[in-house]
């Protein structure tokens, strides 16, 4: 069974740009979740997604859109990329919206 | 708003004492609680559960328990570990959100 996975890494942009993050849920999970977590502190909820749908948003502005694919896997975008998107973005995933998330390893962005 | 307040760190324990991490949370309805666990390097993995009032939630020797009247899930362990040093994060979902706390650094030393 494999695991949720990420990519890229690591990435690192300018202010301004756009970024496009993506997740591979694991096998048999329907539901994806997207955080944004700064160092030293816990994730922040940005969004799920549940059989494609957007099942919940936090508290981040318009410029952090996602989507979901038939085959699950997800992607974060962010647009007009700040100083302070600097971060590491966690995918999540799970067989339901309602149960246990697995993450995965995380995406290491730096915006300069 | 709901939200989960967390037990500030970093802790430091010798090996075999006493542990305890607290948890708080506002919820409006009957939120899940979790804890999850953030090795050195690695990422967050599931560490217990709780779904229900009154549910106890153990794994690996930790245990939590959903408590509905104190609004509470305060994570405890018997005799810590050098390997259990890690940052814990306490969570909630109330269905389509989720929030995490801030994380409790623990080192146990020797």
């Known amino acids: 069974e494999t695991g949720v996975t990420q990519s890229p890494t690591h990435l690192i942009k300018t202010r301004g740009q756009q970024v496009t993050l993506r997740c591979s849920s694991q096998?048999?999970?329907?539901?994806v979740s997207w955080y944004q977590q700064a160092l030293g502190q816990g994730p922040q909820f940005i969004f799920q997604?549940?059989?494609?749908?957007?099942?919940g948003r936090g508290n981040f502005p318009p410029r952090f859109s996602g989507l979901q694919f038939p085959n699950y896997s997800s992607e974060l975008n962010v647009n007009a990329l700040e100083l302070d998107d600097s971060a590491l973005y966690l995918c999540?995933?799970?067989?339901?919206?309602?149960?246990?998330?697995?993450f995965g390893p995380g995406t290491r962005l730096t915006v300069l | 708003g709901d939200s989960v307040t967390q037990m500030e760190g970093p802790v430091t324990l010798s090996e075999e004492a006493f542990l305890t991490i607290n948890c708080t949370y506002t919820?409006?309805?009957?939120?899940?609680l979790f804890w999850y666990v953030q090795y050195p390097g690695e990422g967050l993995q599931l560490l217990l559960k709780a779904t229900k009032a009154d549910d106890k939630g153990s794994n690996k020797g930790f245990e939590a328990t959903y408590r509905k009247e104190t609004t509470s899930f305060h994570l405890e362990k018997g005799s810590v570990q050098v390997s259990d040093s890690a940052v814990y994060f306490c969570a909630l979902n109330t269905g389509n959100q989720f929030y995490f706390g801030t994380g409790t650094s623990l080192t146990v030393i020797p």
């Open positions: 997604y549940y059989r494609e749908e957007e099942n």
């Open positions: 999540a995933s799970s067989s339901d919206y309602y149960n246990e998330q697995f």
């Open positions: 919820a409006t309805g009957y939120p899940s």
């Open positions: 096998s048999g999970h329907n539901t």
